[in-house]
C-alpha cells in the first residue's frame, strides 16, 4: 500500500499552458514536502507546507495544503521548459517506531518549447 | 556545489563483486540516509542514522550494509548483488531538531547495474 499516490504519473504540455499535479493519501501528515528531480541530480526541495489550507507561492508555482493535511497539490502557470523534471511530494510517517520521509512515485513533466 | 557528495556517480559490478557507495555531507546535519531510486517504483528509504542511532527498514536484503563511522560520513557496502538491485541510490542528510520537518538534501546519487 502506497502512503502517497501522485497523479498524473506523465504530464507533455506546450510552454506557456497551465497545468495542476496533486499528491493525496488517507493518512494525514504534520507537513507535505515538494522536492524536484532533474536528470543526473539528487531531488531539491521546492516548498514545506505545515498548516491545513496553507497556499504557498513560489514564482509561477503554487502548493497548496488540504484542509484535511491529507493531500497537496502544485499548479505551474505559464510553464517553461526549465520546469521540465520529476516532481515529488514527500510526507513524514510513523513507521516502524521511527518517523520517516516517505516519497510518491513522482509526476514525470515535460514542457515542450 | 551540492552540500552532499557521492562517489561513484557511476558503478558497474557483476554478482559476485563487493563494491562499496561512499557519501559525505558538508553540512553539520546530524542525521543521514540512503534511498533508493528504481523506474517506476516511489523513493524507498533503506537506512537511517539519527543521532548515531541506526534505523533501517526491515525489507532491505542483508547484502546491502551501511557503516554510519561519524556524522559526516557513510558508506553502503554491496555484495553478492541481484541484477534486480539494478537503481539509482541516493544519500541524503538533514538536521533533526525536535519536528521531523526539516528538508532532506540530497547528493546526485550513484547509478549502480549489476550484470
Known amino acids: 500500500t502506497q502512503l502517497l499516490e501522485q497523479s498524473p504519473q506523465f504530464l507533455s504540455i506546450q510552454e506557456g499552458e497551465n497545468l495542476t499535479v496533486y499528491c493525496n493519501s488517507s493518512?494525514?501528515?504534520?507537513?507535505l514536502q515538494w522536492y524536484r528531480q532533474e536528470p543526473g541530480e539528487g531531488p531539491v526541495l521546492l516548498v514545506t507546507v505545515v498548516t491545513g489550507g496553507e497556499v504557498k507561492k513560489l514564482k509561477r508555482l503554487t502548493f497548496q495544503f488540504g484542509d484535511a493535511r491529507k493531500d497537496s497539490s502544485l499548479h505551474i502557470t505559464a510553464a517553461q521548459p526549465g520546469d521540465t523534471g520529476l516532481y515529488l511530494c514527500a510526507g513524514w510517517s510513523l513507521i516502524q517506531g521511527a518517523q520517516k520521509l516517505v516519497f510518491g512515485q513522482g509526476t514525470r513533466l515535460t514542457i515542450n518549447p | 556545489e551540492t552540500g552532499v557528495t557521492q562517489t561513484p556517480r557511476h558503478l558497474v559490478m557483476g554478482m559476485t563483486n563487493k563494491k562499496s557507495l561512499k557519501c559525505e555531507q558538508h553540512?553539520?546535519?546530524?542525521?543521514m540516509y540512503w534511498y533508493k531510486q528504481s523506474a517506476k517504483k516511489p523513493l524507498e528509504l533503506m537506512f537511517v542514522?539519527?543521532?548515531?542511532?541506526?534505523?533501517e527498514n526491515n525489507s532491505v536484503p542483508s547484502r546491502f550494509s551501511p557503516e554510519c563511522p561519524n556524522s559526516s560520513h557513510l558508506f553502503l557496502h554491496l555484495h553478492t548483488l541481484q541484477p534486480e538491485d539494478s537503481a539509482l541510490y541516493l544519500c541524503?542528510?538533514?538536521?533533526?531538531?525536535?519536528?521531523?520537518?526539516?528538508?532532506?538534501?540530497f547528493g546526485n546519487g550513484t547509478r549502480l547495474t549489476v550484470t
Open positions: 541524503a542528510s538533514s538536521q533533526v531538531v525536535r519536528g521531523p520537518t526539516l528538508p532532506l538534501h
Open positions: 493518512s494525514v501528515f504534520s507537513s
Open positions: 542514522y539519527s543521532l548515531e542511532e541506526r534505523v
Open positions: 553540512l553539520g546535519h546530524n542525521a
